[in-house]
């Protein structure tokens, strides 16, 4: 009988512990926020000129999807990083061929998985965020999921709870979920979530 | 003469399975007429509608709908059908693949429809009653951080009305709306709900190969589209998630997560670009001929 009871007992803490994944660094974005920041003004700028998203669809980010965004049409590519038909795609569609891949680079470097830009409105009046993901060093068990910081990077301040969660605007105490997420506070413009998806 | 009754059987069967088959034809296309009937028309007819309308009054049924946005959203689907948005994050693709079904075949029912569910609170849109609940009408409106569509206030009404109406297993848990519930089960649509919806919005015949779960028995894909396109529009039921990866791990649930209308497909080599709509817009997308077998789920081909 007691055996039996510390079988059930192990696999529940099995399946416990197999469910959470661990971030090693919780201050990811203070030790990179340097690489991090320029990355995504870089890609502000860019972004101004001809929208684009960029994510890493592979482990290694290796490979790389790339949406050209125009007002009729949104061309989805996925290409590896080395392979000559990005090159091709970015002048035949006029990207900034070599800042595209400053960014690529920068990305893979700091291991960014996603960034796009992303509208919303206040008072009926479009805004954006810039939204980035970052694959974390973590420690990962059995069938537990992965694990992203994402950031996002409004252009002006935002109003946050005493708990730092980001709120829907000044005057109520709503908190503003970004694709189901509750964001915290870093900066009075700058937010972040844990989230098993990358986008 | 036992030879001689069971021929007369076998003639009285055959006959019988005739006339059977004689009145599943006559049957179904009596369905058709009644379906087509009187369910054209013209964005012409829709635009002279609008304008005579007055497009400042509020409505008490909407408290949070805006007359301006409600009406400015109702001109730019006139204008451009193509426009409309089912938001980011929201699981009202479904009902965006309807609206541009609906507005191929109907504007101007599209705009009487939306002018009168705006005013009283309820409408009918071939002969289907629409009475959206209080928590759904409270909801119109608020809805924020899905991109353009937070400023469509119009859009905004029709999604939820159309979620609130129609109902499949996969909102069996969740069938009354809470606030968020447009990213939930509460909106999601499984294959046979969307085909009942699209032949009872539309009043059109559809044809729908695939599940929920297993994909099309069709040997080439590609050809089955392309034969198909010209003359039918073709909506596509596909697994998004392996167009838009959310995540690196290489182990996934294989399920459709997305419907989309396709507007052109060619090949070269093993290439197959596909161009469709969904999200207000078009998307060209470059897949192989595999990538294209492991998204399909479902293919509704509906009559033009």
């Known amino acids: 009988m007691i055996r039996f009871f510390s079988v059930i007992l192990i696999t529940y803490s099995l399946l416990t512990v197999s469910c959470s994944t661990k971030i090693i660094s919780n201050n990811y974005y203070q030790e990179q926020k340097g690489t991090v920041d320029s990355i995504e003004s870089h890609y502000e700028k860019l972004n101004a000129i001809r929208p684009f998203a960029l994510a890493f669809t592979d482990k290694d980010l290796d490979i790389v999807s790339i949406e050209m965004i125009s007002d009729t049409l949104t061309r989805i590519f996925e290409f590896g990083t080395n392979e000559e038909r990005l090159k091709d795609s970015l002048l035949k569609y006029a990207y900034d061929t070599s800042g595209v891949f400053y960014l690529i680079n920068k990305m893979q470097q700091t291991k960014i998985t996603w960034i796009n830009s992303v509208d919303y409105y206040v008072n009926d009046q479009p805004q954006q965020l810039i939204y980035l993901s970052i694959k974390p060093v973590t420690i990962r068990y059995l069938f537990s999921p992965p694990k992203y910081i994402a950031l996002g990077y409004f252009r002006t301040a935002q109003s946050f709870d005493e708990k730092g969660r980001l709120l829907d605007n000044r005057r109520t105490k709503k908190i503003r979920k970004i694709k189901g997420q509750v964001f915290y506070r870093i900066t009075d413009r700058i937010c972040y979530t844990i989230t098993d998806k990358y986008r | ?304």
Not at chain 2, 223 to 238: F, G, H, Q, V
């Open chain 2, 1 to 304: 003469m036992y030879d001689q009754e069971k021929n007369n059987l076998s003639i009285h069967s055959r006959f019988a399975f005739f006339l059977f088959l004689l009145l599943l034809f006559i049957s179904e296309k009596l369905r058709a007429e009644y379906l087509f009937e009187g369910i054209t028309s013209t964005k012409k007819e829709a635009i002279g509608f609008l304008e005579k309308i007055d497009q400042t009054k509020e409505s008490s049924y909407w408290p949070n709908v805006k007359p301006k946005l409600f009406y400015d959203n109702l001109k730019l689907n006139l204008e451009n059908p193509k426009s409309f948005y089912p938001g980011r994050s929201t699981n009202f693709c479904s009902y965006g693949a309807l609206s541009y079904l609906v507005m191929e075949k109907d504007p101007l029912g599209y705009v009487k429809f939306m002018n009168e569910l705006y005013d009283k609170g309820e409408a009918t849109l071939n002969n289907n009653r629409f009475k959206p609940s209080k928590e759904v009408m409270q909801a119109a409106g608020t809805l924020k951080f899905k991109g353009v569509l937070d400023i469509r206030h119009a859009e905004q009404i029709w999604f939820l009305a159309l979620a609130d109406k129609f109902k499949g297993y996969l909102n069996f848990f969740d069938k009354k709306f809470h606030e968020g519930d447009e990213n939930t089960f509460w909106a999601a649509t499984n294959l046979s709900k969307f085909d009942r919806m699209v032949k009872r919005v539309c009043g059109v015949h559809v044809r729908a190969v695939g599940s929920d779960l297993i994909k099309p028995w069709v040997k080439d894909i590609y050809s089955y589209l392309e034969k198909r396109i010209d003359s039918n529009t073709i909506s596509l039921y596909i697994n998004n998630r392996i167009i838009h990866k959310k995540n690196h791990d290489k182990i996934k649930f294989s399920i459709p997560t997305h419907y989309i209308i396709l507007r052109q497909i060619s090949k070269q080599d093993d290439m197959i670009t596909l161009r469709y709509w969904d999200y207000g817009g078009e998307t060209e997308l470059h897949i192989s001929n595999r990538t294209l077998k492991k998204i399909v789920f479902g293919i509704i081909t509906i009559d033009k």
